[in-house]
């Protein structure tokens, strides 16, 4: 595609990334999949990302086990967070060659139930789109699970549980834990891509950096208006006294 071509020879020169993400904006890539499309890894990684993921996959069916094991509005709450996960992820722009931007929606399912949560959650969001969007991939689940429902939700939690401890305000907390969880996923995005596909003459640091400065430019925004559309969603949950049934995580 042009676009590639046009990237590729962008990005070595001054301003390259900031060109590149122009570029990519006005000649939409051949797939814009779910951070790493189909196919685009080479088969050692998205092995290798794969058998990273699935032990977070399994932990978090226990997790999951254990969380509604009769208790309905657990489930009720979980659906919710599921069905939030796959709408904002389904909200894309075409950002590095064979990846896109958008929302991850992890947030929401960090403060109400933890972390371990998100990996099944996650993994049913990736799969679906997959199979039925034709966003993402099979063979790229492992990584895009990585990122989306393992590392960025871990770095959500963090700054969560960091912010209740510095007793913050609770909106401000939420803000944080979606925010950070969003940015966190691209991050590492950046780094899948740049172990794949090291700079041929400045190396792999480099390749993250190039990739790391694409994704800023449109993640940024996305993760501020995740941040603030999880605050509203964790309010009006909130007013409607629905979330006594997950307190032990939340306070």
Excluded at 5 to 22: E, I, M, N, T
Excluded at 237 to 244: P, T, Y
Aim: charged share 10%; with cysteine; proline share 5%.
């Amino acid at each position: 595609m042009f676009s590639q071509r046009l990237f590729s020879q962008l990005s070595y020169k001054p301003f390259g990334p900031c060109l590149g993400a122009v570029a990519c904006l006005m000649f939409p890539i051949s797939a814009n999949a779910m951070h790493i499309m189909e196919g685009f890894l080479p088969p050692i990684w998205a092995l290798s990302w794969w058998v990273l993921f699935l032990p977070f996959l399994i932990l978090s069916i226990r997790k999951l086990k254990h969380l509604v094991a009769n208790d309905s509005d657990k489930k009720v709450l979980l659906a919710l967070c599921g069905a939030f996960i796959f709408v904002l992820s389904a909200l894309k722009l075409p950002a590095v060659t064979g990846s896109c931007s958008h929302p991850t929606g992890v947030g929401l399912a960090v403060v109400l139930f933890g972390f371990m949560v998100v990996p099944l959650l996650g993994g049913i969001v990736l799969l679906f789109q997959a199979l039925l969007l034709a966003h993402g991939g099979l063979s790229t689940l492992g990584a895009n699970g990585m990122s989306m429902a393992v590392i960025g939700p871990l770095v959500g939690y963090a700054l969560w549980v960091t912010a209740n401890r510095l007793n913050l305000r609770k909106d401000i907390a939420v803000f944080l834990c979606a925010a950070g969880a969003d940015l966190a996923t691209y991050l590492v995005t950046s780094v899948q891509l740049g172990l794949a596909f090291p700079d041929p003459q400045l190396g792999m640091v480099a390749s993250v950096s190039k990739f790391m400065g694409v994704f800023m430019l449109t993640q940024v925004p996305i993760a501020i208006a995740e941040g603030l559309l999880t605050v509203l969603i964790y309010e009006q949950l909130s007013k409607r006294a629905l979330l006594g049934k997950t307190q032990g995580v939340l306070r």
